[in-house]
């Protein structure tokens, strides 16, 4: 896979883990009333965003009746409410909700990924289904590293999901490694001591999350606002 186009087709394909395999084609089969007729994708839902993003942000994994349904990650479902919307009030996204495929969504200089492709039950991938999934994730920031200038990690099981993957590519971790908090950071360097990424850790939007006011929609914007200038990506409306 020598382009991320590949990476994506390739990912859309998998069936490593059985338990997602099930579920991802039971939550389609079954549906939610309000999605009666739609085609569920019910596949691995691969990243989105350019392939020459400066940042990076990682989730979890697909929603059942979010990207599980829509074929596009953070798509269809209240996490990715409030994630595009922070994304579009800050200039990252050409509009502030995702709806389905083919929407107009266009993403500026940040690419959206997990360390899961399959919606998991109970949105509780194992960390064997994790371990099985790393490639992926590795291979797809592997691609992005020429560009890549940040990390936003959404969320503890993200955030230990990224930190053996970027040992295993090469970044020098800090000692002791760092911990995942809300505006956590950390910064990377290569074996040679020649290129950086920032970590900036972020708890994840679920609709828990925002709803118990844990992850506010300012904070949210913060942590990406953070990630963006890190990158030196143009933030092109005010931060509310």
């Known amino acids: 896979m020598n382009s991320v186009g590949e990476l994506d087709a390739a990912v859309a394909t998998c069936r490593a883990c059985p338990r997602l395999v099930a579920w991802r084609e039971e939550a389609a089969r079954v549906k939610r009333r309000a999605f009666q007729d739609w085609q569920y994708w019910a596949r691995p839902v691969p990243g989105f965003g350019p392939p020459d993003a400066a940042l990076a942000i990682v989730g979890l994994a697909p929603a059942a009746h979010g990207g599980n349904r829509t074929g596009r990650i953070f798509t269809g479902d209240p996490s990715g409410d409030a994630l595009y919307a922070a994304l579009y009030d800050i200039g990252l ?32 991938p194992t960390t064997g289904e994790r371990d099985t999934c790393r490639p992926w994730l590795a291979r797809e920031l592997d691609l992005l590293r020429p560009t ?8 503890g099981f993200a955030w230990q999901a990224v930190l053996p993957v970027l040992a295993g590519a090469g970044w020098q971790l800090p000692r002791p490694r760092p911990a995942f908090g809300h505006g956590a950071e950390a910064l990377l360097t290569d074996a040679a001591g020649e290129r950086q990424v920032h970590l900036v850790g972020g708890y994840h939007p679920s609709q828990r999350n925002m709803s118990t006011r844990t992850l506010t929609s300012g904070m949210l914007r913060d942590v990406l606002h953070r990630g963006a200038v890190i990158s030196g990506l143009p933030l092109q409306r005010q931060h509310p």
């Open 148 to 155: 890549l200038r940040a990390i936003v990690v959404l969320g």
């Open 93 to 124: 996204a050409s509009q502030p909700t995702a709806t389905h495929r083919g929407d107009g969504l266009e993403l500026y200089g940040v690419r959206i990924t997990v360390p899961v492709h399959c919606a998991p039950p109970d949105n509780r």
